[in-house]
Every structure is written in structure tokens, then in C-alpha cells.
């Protein structure tokens, strides 16, 4: 069931995820458009959520955009529009570098393997901050056996730093670490399925990334450049209409619907380009939210020798990273 509407306000709009935006001329979404889609979220109950590019947009847009509530995504020290409310704790601020200090409530970080490894301990430096920060590696399919000590060293790492600030009294939020504790089922990004994004060409995408492919005319399939390439799934006007919705849930994906990793984020764009399957994850993708899941086990069971939080809570151990070679335990 839909619940939000992700609306990318200029082919510039910053980039949250895994996927780059390669697009560099501005396109801002019309203002007749932003409005038709604030309408089809109303009449969808849908929560928008706003993603802003690198530059301030004209005043006129504010009053639209602050027609309904709304989560705003933009980039680390943007200004997005005069007139605009003061951000709350639910907007979200992206950068591809590690801050030197952050005074929003959510972070995401995008940082390539090499650069996360280079800057780790400005990354949990950030965990006093009071900032949810989330780390997302824009890598993914690079990602190889020879890295997974490297990835378990620093998880543990940053493990020992987490556990300080709980011993603090703190709550720290750090996505491949603290999710996993607190889930009791898949927390995915659940593209296509609870949320679905508005580009400015008046077009639906299952997400961001699927818009980005069909301007760069990009056939993520194996990535190869195609003369066209159309991945829109519906438009303001005809409504949605995306091909066999069923084979994006959790439940028609034998790999994922018996897997405990829950913080994984099992997406969409990424199946497609690794496995040439939406609802079938890379192995890397697979390898990598086993070592975090592995990593939260660890943080749970060290907390729990010095203090009373989350005593019901139990994350069991595991013997395997890839649950495809061996499916016979799940």
C-alpha cells in the first residue's frame, strides 16, 4: 500500500541513495505539475516528500510546497526557498562528504567503500551529535570478498563507539548498526510498493534512480546506452499503472521473505543492475546486511552485559553471509 510520494522538484534534486544523479542541467518541475501532484498525494493520502536540488527556487514555489505537510530532502547547507518553514525532525539533509559538524536530525551519507574506510572516524564523531545518520555506499557492485575484513573491522569499530554513548546514557542512531536492533520485521525501501516518486516531466517512477536511467537513456539491465529507454510507470494523468506490482513484494521474493537482516534495504535499482531481477538481491548486497546484521548482534550483546536496555531482545547467531548457498537453514 502506498504511503508516500517522493517528488523530485529539478533533475538536479541531490541524490539520497545508491544511485548517483548524473543529470546537471536544471530542470525545475513546473508549478502546475508540483500542484497536480500535491493533488494526487491528497487524494492518495500519501505523506509528500520533497526533494530539493542545490540552489534556491523561485519564491513563488514556496507556497505550493508548504500546501500540505511534508519531509524535505535536500542537500547539506542548502537554502531551498525563501518563505519556507524551518525544517522538522523528520527532513533530511544529504551530502557525499562527511561534515565537519551537523546540526540537522537526519543525515544520509553517501560515500563511496574507500572513502567510508578513509573518513570512519569523522563518521562517528557524528554519533554524538544527536543526528540520525545514515551511511549508504554508492558501490555496492564493487563490493568483493576480499573487503569483507575490512568491513567487519570497522563495523566493530564503530561498534565500540556506539556502546560508549549507550553507556552514556545516550541513544545514538546509526543505520547499519542501531536499525537491526530495534526492527521485528523488513524495513526496506520498499520502491514501487509503500512509496513511489513524481519527476518533473509529470511522469512516476518506481524511484529516483529509474528517472536518472531514462534521461541518461541508460538500459540498467546491463548498463549498456539505448537509443530509449522508458521506465515511467504511470504520469498525473493516466495514474499508475505498474506491471505485475505483486513481484516487488517481500512476500514474492523467496530470497528476502525469510531473512532476518531486516536493516537491508534490498533495493530495487541495484537488483536490476546485479541480477537483472527487482526483487532479487546482488550477493554483495547480501554479504554486506549480513556483516552489519552480524556487527548489530555483536553491539545487542554487549549492551546487554552492562545495562537493562532492550533485555527482551535477541538477534540469534547465524552461520552463513549469503542466505542463497545456504537456504536449507531458513
Not at 208 to 232: C, G, I, M, R, W
Not at 292 to 303: H, K, P
Request: hydrophobic share 35%; net charge negative.
Amino acid at each position: 500500500m502506498l504511503q508516500y510520494l517522493v517528488i523530485l522538484l529539478d533533475d538536479t534534486s541531490v541524490a539520497y541513495c545508491h544511485a548517483d544523479n548524473p543529470l546537471k542541467g536544471r530542470n525545475l518541475i513546473p508549478l502546475e505539475t508540483l500542484k497536480k501532484g500535491i493533488l494526487f498525494g491528497m487524494k492518495q493520502n500519501l505523506m509528500i516528500q520533497y526533494v530539493f536540488p542545490n540552489y534556491e527556487l523561485p519564491k513563488e514555489y514556496a507556497e505550493v510546497i508548504e500546501s500540505i505537510d511534508n519531509v524535505k530532502i535536500y542537500p547539506v547547507g542548502c537554502k531551498p526557498v525563501t518563505g519556507i518553514e524551518d525544517g522538522n525532525d523528520a527532513d533530511v539533509e544529504a551530502a557525499n562528504e562527511v561534515p565537519e559538524k551537523e546540526e540537522a536530525k537526519n543525515l544520509v551519507l553517501r560515500l563511496t567503500f574507500t572513502e567510508m574506510l578513509k573518513q570512519k572516524d569523522a563518521i562517528a564523531k557524528l554519533f554524538a551529535s544527536g543526528a540520525r545518520v545514515n551511511l549508504c555506499i554508492t558501490d555496492v557492485e564493487q563490493f568483493s570478498d576480499e573487503q569483507m575484513e575490512a568491513y567487519k573491522q570497522v563495523l566493530k569499530e564503530w561498534n565500540a563507539t556506539l556502546l560508549d554513548l549507550y553507556k552514556q546514557g545516550q541513544s545514538p542512531q546509526f543505520n547499519l548498526l542501531t536499525d537491526r536492533m530495534m526492527l521485528e520485521k523488513m524495513h526496506n525501501c520498499e520502491a514501487g510498493v509503500s512509496n513511489i516518486t513524481l519527476a518533473p516531466n509529470g511522469k512516476f517512477y518506481l524511484c529516483p534512480a529509474f528517472y536518472y536511467d531514462e534521461q541518461t537513456k541508460v538500459d540498467n539491465q546491463l548498463n549498456h546506452h539505448q537509443p530509449t529507454s522508458d521506465n515511467s510507470v504511470g504520469d498525473l494523468e493516466k495514474g499508475l499503472d505498474i506491471p505485475n506490482l505483486q513481484l516487488l513484494k517481500l512476500d514474492h521474493a523467496p530470497l528476502c521473505r525469510n531473512c532476518d537482516a531486516y536493516q537491508c534495504r534490498r533495493c530495487i535499482w541495484l537488483n536490476r543492475k546485479l541480477t537483472w531481477d527487482l526483487n532479487t538481491p546482488s550477493r554483495q548486497q547480501c554479504v554486506m546486511a549480513h556483516i552489519e546484521r552480524n556487527a548489530s548482534r555483536d553491539l545487542l550483546n554487549d549492551i546487554h552485559k552492562v545495562g537493562e536496555f532492550m533485555p527482551e531482545i535477541d538477534i540469534k547467531e547465524i552461520s552463513y553471509l549469503d542466505p542463497f548457498e545456504v537456504r536449507k537453514e531458513f
